[in-house]
């Protein structure tokens, strides 16, 4: 079992910077992917980023891509994700969540992950 919490999420306006970070339970976050995704009101939840075990691998969606970074300390059993240039359309709940599968690349697909965590609201003014 895997508790997760996330935190850093609030109001900014268009333009700004937020980082969200996720803190993880347990003695084996090193072995898991890590993922964030986010979910707008009336919207589907759907992808943001993920990072590969050892950090060395991420991937983005294209609505994020080159805006946001994610990253983790394997020390510390945290994952965090740096937005800048943040927009309007990107308000949204924002969860983290772990894929203990094992598989080698970390997974754009909800479904690749088995725990989440209850996430963070964040909100961007236009």
């Known amino acids: 079992q895997v508790q997760l919490v996330e935190s850093g999420g609030g109001l900014v306006q268009a333009g700004g910077s937020l980082r969200l970070s996720c803190a993880a339970s347990g003695r084996t976050f090193s072995s898991y992917n890590m993922g964030w995704f986010r979910q707008a009101p009336g919207k589907e939840r759907e992808f943001v980023a993920a990072?590969?075990?050892?950090?060395?691998?991420?991937r983005y969606s294209d609505s994020v891509k080159g805006r946001f970074t994610i990253s983790r300390d394997n020390a510390k059993n945290t994952v965090s994700l740096q937005m800048s240039s943040l927009k309007p359309e990107d308000t949204a709940v924002y969860y983290c969540?772990?894929?203990?599968?094992?598989?080698?690349?970390?997974?754009?697909?909800?479904?690749?992950?088995?725990?989440w965590g209850p996430g963070t609201q964040v909100t961007v003014s236009s």
């Open positions: 969540a772990v894929d203990s599968s094992g598989r080698y690349g970390p997974s754009r697909g909800s479904m690749g992950y088995d725990y």
């Open positions: 990072i590969s075990r050892g950090g060395s691998l991420t």
